[in-house]
T-cell receptor
Framework: EAQVTQNPRYLITVTGKKLTVTCSQNMNHEYMSWYRQDPGLGLRQIYYSMNVEVTDKGDVPEGYKVSRKEKRNFPLILESPSPNQTSLYFC???????????FGPGTRLTVT | AQKVTQAQTEISVVEKEDVTLDCVYETRDTTYYLFWYKQPPSGELVFLIRRNSFDEQNEISGRYSWNFQKSTSSFNFTITASQVVDSAVYFCALSEYGFRELSFGAGTTVTVRA
């Protein structure tokens, strides 16, 4: 089954404690993205990757890091989380940016 | 700057009414792609449609239809004879050939009452 998986699905953490949200896709897609969803703001792109070792900033990259060492994986790293990073996060993949995005189930992150 | 504007924050209708969601986009590219996604209360994001900038034909899929007008930079979505299961947040999105980023609108929450 074609899918994008994210882990964990829910995470409560404290300010400053480094965390990683994993994302994996099994469709051999080139393009992968991370988004955050906040009320009234829709989905905002954090980082994207066109292919292995190629990553770039989206609209709201501050406070986040990513890596793309393998085609299937695209982890999101918060080195020092802050309360304003409390949000719902989605990972997505697609053949290319002009094609439909396949979204993961989302990760609800709360930073206290 | 916001490249995709969904002016309607919330729409509430009674079952069987038609509902139209507006989407206005902004781009200087001649090649671009437009999308609609649905997010039901369960939270997942579901792809509905993709349209490229060279295809202005309207599309109908069951009770869903889309009206793409380049002259007004709009890509509106209509649900005909709405049902309770149509209650969701709907997002319009833009992918421009000259930009690697994807832009989503803020979303429109549709509530269909029985």
């Amino acid at each position: 089954e074609a899918q994008v998986t994210q882990n964990p699905r829910y995470l409560i953490t404290v300010t400053g404690k480094k965390l990683t949200v994993t994302c994996s896709q099994n469709m051999n897609h080139e393009y992968m993205s991370w988004y955050r969803q906040d009320p009234g703001l829709g989905l905002r792109q954090i980082y994207y990757s066109m292919n292995v070792e190629v990553t770039d900033k989206g609209d709201v990259p501050e406070g986040y890091k990513v890596s793309r060492k393998e085609k299937r994986n695209f982890p999101l790293i918060l080195e020092s989380p802050s309360p304003n990073q409390t949000s719902l996060y989605f990972c997505a993949s697609s053949l290319d940016r002009g094609y439909e995005q396949y979204f993961g189930p989302g990760t609800r992150l709360t930073v206290t | 700057a916001q490249k995709v504007t969904q002016a309607q924050t919330e729409i509430s209708v009674v079952e069987k009414e038609d509902v139209t969601l507006d989407c206005v986009y902004e781009t200087r590219d001649t090649t671009y792609y437009l999308f609609w996604y649905k997010q039901p209360p369960s939270g997942e994001l579901v792809f509905l449609i993709r349209r490229n900038s060279f295809d202005e034909q309207n599309e109908i899929s069951g009770r869903y239809s889309w009206n793409f007008q380049k002259s007004t930079s709009s890509f509106n979505f209509t649900i005909t004879a709405s049902q309770v299961v149509d209650s969701a947040v709907y997002f319009c999105a833009l992918s421009e050939y000259g930009f690697r980023e994807l832009s989503f609108g803020a979303g429109t929450t549709v509530t269909v009452r029985a």
